[in-house]
């Protein structure tokens, strides 16, 4: 009977405890809001503004013009939009539409040009359909992203930048079967 009685009180006793334990961690929460509050650090309450990328030139635009020759092949090759109007140091995705409208497989590398021409070095690709071999089946179509920023530091009196892309065929390549799934 005593060891019954013990056991009640300590079990009694570890509950208090587990239910002030829980009590504790449930009121840190608000506690910890709290001290971010005061001290700015880490605020869950009132999240920091949106960080602004600072190296948008948003003085000024720069229109954007888009060309495209598939030259010596059967492809229909365009860009989805002609011109885009953006700032220097804005991140731009435009796309082209190309179709193999030939009778067989045709691997081509698209090669860039700008106008003015001293404007290249200020065009910062970081994806294009450029960069690699794109293999077209006979009535193949695919859409193919830019993804780009116009360099802040473009000269002033740069207003107008035209990409223009041609496409040409890789002789030699290997037109086997291209597998689903991938966009070149």
Known sequence: MKNERA???????????AVAMFGFG?????????IC????????IKPAAAVE????????WVTLEFDSNAHGLQWDFKPVQRSVRVHPGEM?????????????AIVGQAIPSYGPKHSAPFVKKLECFCFKQQPLQA?????????????????????TITLSYTF????GAST???KSGGQG
């Open 7 to 17: 056991n009640r009180r300590m079990m009694t006793r570890l509950s208090i405890f």
């Open 53 to 60: 990328n600072t190296q948008i030139d948003k003085s000024r």
């Open 37 to 44: 509050e005061v001290t700015g650090i880490n605020s869950l």
């Open 139 to 159: 009535g193949e179509s695919k859409r193919m992203p830019v993804q780009f920023v116009i360099d802040s530091t473009l000269p002033a009196d740069v207003s």
């Open 168 to 171: 040409f065929e890789v002789k």
């Open 176 to 178: 086997a079967p291209i």
């Open 26 to 34: 449930f009121a840190l929460v608000p506690f910890y809001e709290k």
């Open 92 to 104: 731009v995705q435009i796309e082209y539409d190309v179709r193999n409208n030939g009778d067989h």
